[in-house]
């Protein structure tokens, strides 16, 4: 299981250099070489954050992204939910159908209650924190 996924990776370290840039706007060109990354695959990612009003984008010469929020506002959480779906530990479903434990089920209040705690530490963690703790 990967509580993370690439497209949620990258995007994160996407964002990362973006608001870590020292101009206003941060090419296409300029983020491939700084993150390495294939030009078709760091477009569709630009593509999601754009839709999702996190970047702006500037087309023509000097044309690039930007952030669209402060980066002490963009959350992994938040990353998790447009790149993966809804967060989500554990389904409780057995052969297409609700588990017929699922008031009983002893594992099941455990994995809620790790899920809440996650979600809690995930939402706490910001672009701007993962900026901080680089060196």
Same mark, same amino acid.
């Given at each position: 299981?990967?509580?993370?996924? &690439?497209?949620?990776?990258? =995007?994160?370290?996407?964002?990362?250099? !973006?608001?870590? =840039?020292?101009? %206003?706007?941060?090419?296409?060109?300029?983020?491939?070489?700084?993150? %390495? /990354? *294939?030009?078709?695959?760091? &477009?569709? @990612?630009? $593509?999601?954050?754009?839709?999702?009003?996190?970047?702006?984008?500037?087309?023509?010469?000097?044309?690039?992204?930007?952030? =669209?929020?402060? *980066?002490?506002?963009?959350?992994?959480?938040? /990353?998790? +939910?447009?790149? $993966?779906? *809804?967060? $989500?530990?554990?389904?409780?479903?057995? &052969?297409?159908? =609700?588990? *017929?434990? !699922?008031?009983?089920?002893?594992?099941?209040?455990?994995?809620? &209650? !790790? +899920?809440? +705690?996650?979600? @809690?530490?995930?939402?706490?963690?910001?672009?701007?924190?993962?900026?901080?703790? $680089?060196?």
């Amino acid at each position: 299981m990967k509580l993370l996924t &690439r497209d949620t990776d990258y =995007a994160v370290r996407t964002l990362g250099c !973006i608001a870590a =840039a020292k101009e %206003n706007t941060v090419t296409v060109t300029d983020l491939i070489k700084k993150l %390495n /990354m *294939p030009k078709s695959f760091l &477009r569709k @990612i630009l $593509q999601m954050l754009s839709n999702k009003k996190l970047l702006k984008s500037f087309k023509g010469t000097g044309g690039g992204f930007s952030l =669209a929020v402060k *980066p002490e506002e963009i959350t992994i959480f938040s /990353m998790i +939910e447009i790149f $993966q779906g *809804p967060f $989500q530990l554990m389904e409780h479903v057995f &052969r297409g159908k =609700a588990c *017929p434990e !699922i008031k009983t089920c002893s594992l099941k209040e455990k994995m809620d &209650r !790790i +899920e809440e +705690e996650l979600i @809690i530490k995930l939402k706490s963690i910001t672009i701007m924190d993962l900026l901080k703790g $680089q060196k």
